[in-house]
């Protein structure tokens, strides 16, 4: 069904078929998430 298929629409370098902007996407959730105690 494609559901864990990605567009090769953000050229790039890919690990195991995962892009790159998949792991900066989940560094900016940690980082982000890693912020909230401090900003509470």
């Known amino acids: 069904m494609g559901a864990w298929e990605y567009a090769d ?3 790039g ?3 195991r078929d995962v892009p790159w902007w ?3 996407g989940w560094l900016g959730v940690v980082f982000a998430t890693a912020l ?4 509470i």
């Open 9 to 11: 629409a953000i050229p």
């Open 22 to 24: 998949n792991a900066a």
């Open 13 to 15: 370098p890919r690990v």
């Open 36 to 39: 909230l105690p401090a900003a």
